[in-house]
């Protein structure tokens, strides 16, 4: 007997992304005193009252079965959220609840990609897209967003690599470079999609943290609300990652197939868990605020402590919650140099390899611990990289 060639294919031979994370972890086991800035999990726990939002609706009863697709009054919820952060009428029945913004990716590619089907999509990208699109059996087409073009994507490259493609996808605010898409790169996105009569997958998880600029979403474009899938979450947001909750917004005939989808897959979430992510986004403005002003700062202590180190440059990010260092003036990769700085200084970093061919040569690191322990880090990887330099 052998197990499915489909999951066998996830990762195509080659890693999954996140060895770095690991090892961090196996010495942390081990006692040591790492300093874990790989993943972008929140150094607090969720805000009080989500937690306690979701204990009262335990307790009320909510933990029967719920409506698969998302409870009524949550999924009105996010459609206001919706229609205020991509300006574009939203109704109830476009939205479905997932189990986090992961589940909602799949379900979109599954909506919108046959086996064999071709889907284009930006490298450097978030480490599951690639294998994601090879569950559903899809054609993972990557096309560059170089770090000498601020991370925004070939534009050129796309339109090439989108013929004879099924969909694409973009995200924005960008996760791991922090780029902003700009209205120039997403009136060029809307101009391909329209030309190749393509699905588009925006994943907009970091819409509320645009430290320049702002956010636009192709889906307010004119022709592009009908064929525009956006995918959201709380988990960065209103700091509620285990919560496992996010949501796909889009034409409502597509949200129903990712009904079905959902009917076989997960049976729905838990009433309490929509209880408490209803509470967080209707009530729990302050908090989403004080997150985001949180991760504003900590950009600007990054580029403060950076700008004009040696050894590294810092492209300072428009949005998100990381840094992306280019430390390719070492002579190292990004997988040498973050293996080597935790084994010297208990510090882990994202490598940029993690993120495809384009972030190789650089380093994503999360602000996701206080500032003064955030600052003495970035200090510490500057002076790792300068006396890499030297040597």
């Not at 990004?334 to 882990?348: H, Q, R, S, V």
């Not at 206080?370 to 790792?384: S, V, W």
Request: with cysteine; aromatic share 6%.
């Amino acid at each position: 007997m052998q197990p499915s060639k489909r999951i066998r294919a996830i990762f195509d031979g080659g890693s999954d992304g996140w060895e770095i994370l690991g090892k961090a972890r196996a010495r942390e086991r081990a006692g040591a005193p790492v300093l874990n800035l790989t993943i972008g999990e929140h150094e607090d726990p969720t805000p009080p009252r989500f937690v306690e939002a979701m204990a009262e609706a335990a307790r009320a009863g909510a933990t029967r079965y719920s409506a698969f697709t998302g409870t009524p009054e949550l999924r009105a919820a996010i459609a206001a959220r919706a229609a205020s952060r991509t300006g574009w009428p939203t109704r109830p029945e476009q939205v479905i609840v997932t189990a986090g913004g992961q589940a909602a990716l799949l379900a979109a590619f599954l909506a919108t990609l046959d086996p064999g089907d071709p889907i284009v999509f930006v490298d450097p990208y978030y480490a599951t897209y690639p294998g994601t699109i090879r569950v559903v059996q899809g054609e993972p087409r990557p096309v560059p967003a170089l770090p000498d073009a601020g991370f925004q994507p070939d534009l050129e490259a796309m339109a090439e690599a989108c013929r004879g493609a099924k969909a694409l996808m973009i995200n924005s605010p960008h996760n791991p470079t922090g780029a902003v898409y700009t209205s120039e790169t997403l009136e060029a996105v809307r101009r391909i999609v329209l030309e190749n009569d393509l699905w588009l997958i925006s994943d907009e998880v970091y819409d509320g943290m645009v430290w320049r600029g702002e956010h636009l979403s192709p889906r307010a474009l004119p022709d592009m609300a009908e064929r525009t899938i956006v995918i959201g979450s709380v988990s960065k947001s209103h700091a509620m990652t285990g919560f496992r909750l996010g949501w796909a917004v889009g034409p409502e005939e597509i949200v129903d197939l990712m009904g079905d989808y959902a009917l076989n897959a997960t049976y729905g979430l838990p009433g309490f868990i929509q209880q408490a992510g209803l509470f967080a986004l209707t009530e729990g403005g302050e908090e989403e605020a004080d997150l985001m002003a949180t991760f504003r700062r900590r950009r600007d202590l990054a580029v403060a402590r950076l700008s004009g180190r040696n050894g590294l440059k810092l492209a300072a990010p428009d949005g998100a919650m990381y840094v992306m260092l280019d430390i390719r003036g070492t002579g190292m990769s990004g997988e040498a140099f973050a293996e080597a700085l935790l084994e010297a200084e208990d510090i882990a970093v994202m490598p940029g390899e993690s993120f495809g061919d384009a972030a190789a040569g650089h380093l994503r690191v999360a602000l996701t611990v206080p500032d003064e322990t955030l600052g003495d880090a970035l200090e510490r990887i500057a002076d790792f990289a300068e006396g890499r330099l030297a040597a």
